[in-house]
């Protein structure tokens, strides 16, 4: 019986662990908190919580992803990739529905990993991955259009489309302030890693600018520019732990959202592991890494936070600075919040418009353009499951670009599995230079007597290759004695291709033509046998290579 796959990183790194390393780790965790603090209230705000809401999240997320998380550098926290989902389970089921359904979602994503689920998320389609990260980009920097431009609007459409038009119909409500304090947020974010890579462009950004938006309130009389404070309520103290009412009429409803929540956080999660351990040369354990997430999502929501998952681009920061184990995760959680405690009153002064231009960057670096038109040169396939789910997730929301592009490319992986396996038919002679069961090594071709047909399965026999069966044996104008199909190169038959197997020897049957089976391997002789196909054929008629069946062949036309 298997074990639980739960080996948390920390505990293995805390046992090798010196003073090297741990300031290494602290110097890493002070700069990613730094780094998560602007990237939290934003995403905070725009998921349609309170800025506070946002750093809990990347406090409570933030320390137990690196307390049990199966990387030794994964640094959780809310991500963009959640803004759209969380926003749209808001204004449908309130801010108690998005607690139920991450609490849910931190259920599943535990239940993966302990059925050891963690590899198969790996294998979720790349063209998936890409539309709906691409789409989500989209997404969010169409909802940040209104505060990057301080439009006067009382009310913003939900939809995509009514959002734009509604900008367009805004287009005479732009405040020139704030849409220059936007545009210059996102200047300096771009611009600051050419001064210095190690200190965040965020958080220059919002600290440049919102020194500006005070000088030009106080001294110019600037008043358009919206801040925090002007929307939100700012409060610094924890919440305590509370656990929301639950009834099984509620968790049916959020039982597609919370799947949803658990889909996206184990593949950015795994995905950020992953990309982790490719620089630092180390192996993140999947199982491990999704329960911990679990617990992530779990905790979260109990003190108000919202889902949360591994974040690839504090990951990198903490990275880069030198954090080498889940202790750099962890003193990046005590960070952000002693600045929740002590400073979080002062981000009411921050503009919204620097928000809403940080958002912009984050949208414009997660959308993975160049990948995105890259894929377009590949198979239609893939193209068309890529733009399938890329405009469904910002005409519709993800959870249905999720599900659909998901069931497009099942569809479309079977229809080119059927593909792969090949029947072809054989006249007049057999080439044995290469063949795996031949046992007479004097011989270079066989011979087909007259009135025998040779066919030939090349791969798995399934769904798909008893069609294929069909249209080959109509392209013979005889009707033969013998009907020899070889499958040396079968490897495995399903239940379908039995299903196929037999419905063509019983029609082969009634139209007085034996079938000999030559070349089966013992697997799949065993699951003939099995299905009495014994008895169906004669064992006299199921041969181990092509002479024998070729010798059975002219005894049964003589």
Known sequence: MKTLDFKPKFFSAIAHYDKKTFVADVMAGLIVGIVALPLAIAFGIASGVSPE????TAIVAGLFCSLFGGSKVQIGGPTGAFIIIVYG?????????????????GVFLILLGVLRLGTIIKYIP?????????????????TQVKDLLGMQMTTVPADFM????????????????????GVASVIIIA?????????????????????????????????TIETIGDRFSIHSELPEATLPALSW????????????IAVLGAIESLLSATVADGVIGDHHNSNTELIGQGLANIASPLFGGIPATGAIARTMTNINNGGRTPVAGIVHAVVLLLIFLFLMPLAQYIPMACLAGVLVVVSYNMSGWR??????????????????????????DLTVAIEFGLICA??????????????????????????????RGDLIHLTIPEGVEVYEINGPYFFGAGNRFEDIMSSYNDRPKVRIIRMRKVPFIDSTGLHNLENMCLMSQKEGITVVLSGVNPKVEAVLRRNNFEKLLGKENICSHIDLALTRANEIIS
Not at 53 to 56: R, S
């Open 249 to 260: 009429e509620t968790i049916k409803g959020l039982v597609g959202p919370a799947v949803t």
């Open 162 to 181: 009514e959002k734009w038009v509604a900008y367009i119909n805004n287009i005479a409500n732009i405040d020139l302030w704030s849409t220059v304090m």
């Open 126 to 142: 790349y063209p998936i991955v890409v539309g709906f990260t691409s789409g989500i980009a989209v997404t969010i920097f169409t």
């Open 371 to 396: 990948s995105f038109l890259a894929m377009l040169r590949n198979p239609k396939s893939d193209v068309t499951v890529l733009l399938l789910t890329f405009f469904l997730t910002i005409i519709f």
């Open 191 to 223: 611009l600051t890693p050419r001064v210095s890579k190690k200190v965040p462009g965020s958080l220059v950004a919002i600290i440049i600018i919102t020194v500006a938006t005070l000088l030009l309130k106080q001294y110019a009389g600037v008043t």
């Open 53 to 56: 809401k946002g750093i809990i």
């Open 89 to 105: 389970i808001i204004q449908q089921y309130g801010m108690q529905g998005l607690t139920i359904a991450t609490l849910m979602a």
């Open 410 to 439: 099942c569809l479309l992986f079977m229809k080119r599995v059927s593909e792969a396996t090949d029947v072809t038919a054989i006249y007049d002679e057999i080439d044995l230079n290469e063949d795996a069961d031949m046992e």
